[in-house]
T-cell receptor, first 115, second 112 residues
Framework: GAGVSQSPSNKVTEKGKDVELRCDPISGHTALYWYRQSLGQGLEFLIYFQGNSAPDKSGLPSDRFSAERTGGSVSTLTIQRTQQEDSAVYLC?????????????FGEGSRLTVL | RKEVEQDPGPFNVPEGATVAFNCTYSNSASQSFFWYRQDCRKEPKLLMSVYSSGNEDGRFTAQLNRASQYISLLIRDSKLSDSATYLCVVNGYQDSSYKLIFGSGTRLLVRP
């Protein structure tokens, strides 16, 4: 499809396991964001990629979280040694404009449940 | 103080009512402002950008007040389908860089 694609849509894991969440942005979009949304809460910024620039990692909550974007397209968010407080919906968004002036197109999210 | 603050609501209004939401932001250097809509268990989607001169899109009107650092969203003739959470989004400065910062959202319930 033409939209932002995320996988898996749902992931249940045990505390202490590692998980990988994938985001396939809209083709040609140079900006890619990861946000986290806990139940009933707003969106928490995690990380921002813009073209070939160094990513803005200032929102990552701990060193258990990391993300990469290969070839300026697909991105993977990795959470190591998951904790119960990591349970949330992880949303990826892409934008055609640099910086923070453009419309964000969101994927449907990956719902992570840590038991 | 949060970068972007919204009244969480819920605002419970009858069909046909006019309802307004405000959102305040803390960084006076913010340049871009948006309203997004999020339906229950769905991803956010852009409702409208907010321009300095204010803008209108059908039943929706957005205003920016830089002096008081708030933006507003007015919905006229509310429809049942307007029930959703409305997220205020600001280009704000946080942790040494500019990024799009989302408010926690205002929940709107339109009843028959």
């Amino acid at each position: 499809g033409a939209g932002v694609s995320q996988s898996p849509s749902n992931k249940v894991t045990e505390k202490g396991k590692d998980v990988e969440l994938r985001c396939d942005p809209i083709s040609g979009h140079t900006a890619l964001y990861w946000y986290r949304q806990s139940l009933g809460q707003g969106l928490e910024f995690l990380i921002y990629f813009q073209g070939n620039s160094a990513p803005d990692k200032s929102g990552l909550p701990s060193d258990r979280f990391s993300a990469e974007r290969t070839g300026g397209s697909v991105s993977t968010l990795t959470i190591q040694r998951t904790q119960q407080e990591d349970s949330a919906v992880y949303l990826c968004a892409s934008s055609s404009l640099a910086g923070t002036t453009g419309e964000l197109f969101f994927g449907e999210g990956s719902r992570l449940t840590v038991l | 103080r949060k970068e972007v603050e919204q009244d969480p609501g819920p605002f419970n209004v009858p069909e046909g009512a006019t309802v307004a939401f405000n959102c305040t932001y803390s960084n006076s250097a913010s340049q871009s402002f948006f309203w997004y809509r999020q339906d229950c268990r769905k991803e956010p989607k852009l409702l409208m950008s907010v321009y300095s001169s204010g803008n209108e899109d059908g039943r929706f009107t957005a205003q920016l007040n830089r002096a008081s650092q708030y933006i507003s969203l007015l919905i006229r003739d509310s429809k049942l389908s307007d029930s959703a959470t409305y997220l205020c989004v600001v280009n704000g400065y946080q942790d040494s860089s500019y990024k799009l910062i989302f408010g926690s959202g205002t929940r709107l319930l339109v009843r028959p």
